[in-house]
């Protein structure tokens, strides 16, 4: 069945862009989110983008998807503490999930 | 607030037990989810309905579980004789099933089984 990787942590300082990646393994998904959950709260739909593009950005989210190596990106710019979340990649309809991302943002 | 919502936020209960939550989605959309998600760990898919059919479930989905949607508006899960193995937040989603299918999440319902 379709699997999805992210790795688990990532810290970045208070300004600087974050990058979250995202690998998954059914070359036939038709739409890739990205979504954010904050402690004791549901998961918030950040972002989509369709399997035909390459390129979405949406105010200081870009995500960034290479088909041929199945991998899915989420960059934020401008990091900001309100951003300390984690952030999960998921693909299509069903949708199955990575096991999330918890950004940490340092002072 | 139209978003989704869950009833009860959290429910402590005793193995063997019984419980039901109950999911309201937003009101025009006809799709309605369910996922687990456990600590550490992403979401994982139960079930969806689309209007009141029940059209897939996941194998994650034992006989103890069971889920309805009557009347195609808000949805129940109930677990029957809870083991301390179902301890997980339940989160429910619903969709236009247009498009992108973009699913708005509930908060959740916290469940701890002792």
């Known amino acids: 069945g379709e699997d999805v990787e992210q790795s688990l942590f990532l810290s970045v300082r208070e300004g600087d862009s974050s990058v979250i990646n995202c690998t998954y393994t059914?070359?036939?998904?038709?739409?890739l989110y990205w979504y954010k959950q904050e402690p004791g709260a549901g998961l918030q739909l950040l972002t989509y983008i369709f399997s035909n593009m390459d390129m979405k950005q949406d105010q200081r989210l870009t995500v960034l998807l290479n088909k041929k190596d199945k991998h899915l990106s989420l960059r934020i710019a401008d990091t900001q503490t309100g951003d300390s979340a984690i952030y999960f990649c998921?693909?299509?309809?069903?949708?199955?999930f990575g096991k999330g991302t918890r950004l940490h943002i340092l002072p | 607030d139209t978003g989704v919502s869950q009833n009860p936020r959290h429910k402590i209960t005793k193995r063997g037990q019984n419980v039901t939550f109950r999911c309201d989605p937003i009101?025009?959309?006809?799709?309605l989810y369910w996922y687990r998600q456990t600590l550490g760990q992403g979401p994982e898919f139960l079930t969806y309905?689309?209007?009141?059919?029940?059209?897939?479930k996941s194998r994650l989905l034992s006989d103890r579980f069971s889920a309805e949607r009557p009347k195609g508006s808000f949805s129940t899960l109930e677990i029957q004789r809870t083991e301390q193995g179902d301890s997980a937040m339940y989160l429910c989603?619903?969709?236009?099933?247009?498009?992108?299918?973009?699913?708005?999440f509930g908060p959740g319902t916290r469940l701890t089984v002792l």
């Open positions: 998921a693909v299509d309809d069903k949708i199955i």
């Open positions: 009101s025009e959309h006809n799709r």
């Open positions: 989603a619903s969709s236009l099933a247009r498009g992108a299918d973009t699913q708005y």
């Open positions: 309905f689309q209007n009141e059919a029940q059209l897939e």
């Open positions: 059914d070359s036939s998904s038709t739409y």
